[in-house]
């Protein structure tokens, strides 16, 4: 059975999360690969739309459930995106000039806080990527300046209002 990163999420409603770089479930970009799997670690651009009323700001994080750790791993987290923006350009997760300025970069599991491409390891099969947009009813989310991807997903489970998930895949093949 494949890891359900959502099976103990609060259900809430769903909006729309899309990319113009890649369909639900297709595979990422090489962009969007780690630089040391032949990629740039360039995070794809983001855009949404219909989350629910009173929505101040947005939580975006991208997990690997597929990783051989455990626990999986986190690629990226980023928290109070204002609820007046709709969409991420191509880059965003390394470069601060296309970020919203209120918008804070967390950290990965590498303990940076840019976005990690993806790098699964070489024969282990596909791995999915989840970009899971959450939106909350608090226009900053207090959580600490070095707060996990889990801590942020702990913090925001009391202000979340609607989610919206977009799945990317990657692949290395064995050597």
Do not use: C, K
């Amino acid at each position: 059975m494949a890891n359900d990163p959502n099976w103990n999420l609060p259900e809430v409603p769903a909006f729309t999360l899309t990319s113009p770089d890649f369909a639900d479930g297709d595979v990422l970009p090489t962009s969007a690969r780690g630089t040391d799997a032949g990629g740039e670690d360039r995070s794809p651009a983001l855009e949404w739309s219909g989350a629910p009323e009173g929505t101040q700001s947005y939580v975006l994080t991208v997990y690997d459930p597929d990783a051989p750790t455990g626990s999986g791993f986190w690629h990226w987290s980023l928290t109070d995106i204002p609820a007046s923006v709709g969409s991420l350009p191509a880059g965003a997760g390394t470069d601060d000039a296309l970020l919203p300025a209120e918008a804070l970069r967390r950290r990965n599991e590498f303990g940076t806080d840019t976005y990690l491409g993806a790098a699964p390891p070489a024969g282990h099969g596909p791995h999915r990527y989840f970009f899971t947009l959450s939106a909350l009813d608090v226009p900053v989310l207090e959580a600490p300046a070095d707060a996990t991807p889990a801590v942020v997903g702990f913090l925001l489970r009391e202000h979340i209002l609607g989610r919206a998930q977009l799945v990317g895949t990657q692949e290395t093949p064995a050597a």
